[in-house]
């Protein structure tokens, strides 16, 4: 059984940079076609995809936040993790990691077959 859990500050100041790592067990982030997402839900509205890391270590970011977003991945932790620079108070959100499949592009965030419990994340001075 995968297992995905969320971790980080639950407070970021406005203009600092928002830093979560995602620990997955009963698998290997490295396994072939998997591939691992993070996403956000703000108060009140619908999930947004953020960007994600392939089996590979390619990643895709979404456009309204590639200038800002980084994932990377440890492998000898099995974790991958989310910076978010310049945050503003639009940021606060619970924030999810995810895993998705597929042989590359968008079939790696169409669909998640495993979420993690999610972290809430606010941003405020």
């Known amino acids: 059984q995968v297992q995905l859990q969320e971790s980080g500050p639950g407070l970021v100041k406005p203009s600092q940079t928002l830093s979560l790592t995602c620990t997955v067990s009963g698998g290997s982030i490295t396994t072939t076609y998997y591939a691992w997402s993070w996403i956000r839900q703000p108060p009140g509205k619908g999930l947004e995809w953020m960007g994600v890391?392939?089996?590979?270590?390619?990643?895709v970011y979404s456009p309204s936040l590639k200038s800002r977003t980084s994932i990377s991945r440890d492998t000898s932790k099995n974790q991958f993790s989310l910076q978010l620079n310049s945050v503003t108070p639009e940021d606060t959100a619970v924030y999810y990691c995810?895993?998705?499949?597929?042989?590359?592009?968008?079939?790696?965030?169409?669909?998640?077959?495993?979420w993690g419990q999610g972290t809430q994340v606010t941003v405020s001075s």
């Open positions: 890391i392939a089996y590979d270590g390619s990643a």
């Open positions: 995810a895993r998705g499949s597929g042989v590359g592009g968008s079939s790696w965030y169409s669909r998640f077959d495993y």
